[in-house]
Nanobody, 120 residues
Framework: QVQLVESGGGLVQAGGSLRLSCAASGRTFSSYAMYWFRQAPGKEREFVGNINWSGGSRYYADSVKGRFTISRDNAKNTVYLQMNSLKPEDTAVYSC?????????????WGPGTQVTVSS
């Protein structure tokens, strides 16, 4: 069993930066590829990016490519989402998910999410 908890969300002005963290419980964190998603009010959940088990492979949605960076520290059971040059349209609840597969067919665990609000 893996539990995921996101942190680091908040209110930031456009052009600013935030770093989100997703901390995982359990000893098998390195067995999971990690994914970030976001959901804005009234919109469907959107894929943001992912990182494989070792951190050697990453993939980003076009909407965040060049601005967001995903990294992981398996020793700390944590995956990060560094968000730079934030835009008002980045406002959403950001959630992390864990999956055995990369890419994932299904997601095994989800965090509750953290709110990111970008003001113009």
């Amino acid at each position: 069993q893996v539990q995921l908890v996101e942190s680091g969300g908040g209110l930031v002005q456009a052009g600013g930066s935030l770093r989100l963290s997703c901390a995982a419980s359990g000893r098998t964190f390195s067995s999971y590829a990690m994914y970030w998603f976001r959901q804005a009010p009234g919109k469907e959940r959107e894929f943001v990016g992912n990182i494989n088990w070792s951190g050697g492979s990453r993939y980003y949605a076009d909407s965040v490519k060049g601005r967001f960076t995903i990294s992981r520290d398996n020793a700390k059971n944590t995956v990060y989402l560094q968000m730079n040059s934030l835009k008002p349209e980045d406002t959403a609840v950001y959630s992390c998910a864990a999956a055995r597969g990369y890419p994932a067919g299904t997601y095994d665990y989800w965090g509750p999410g953290t709110q990111v609000t970008v003001s113009s």
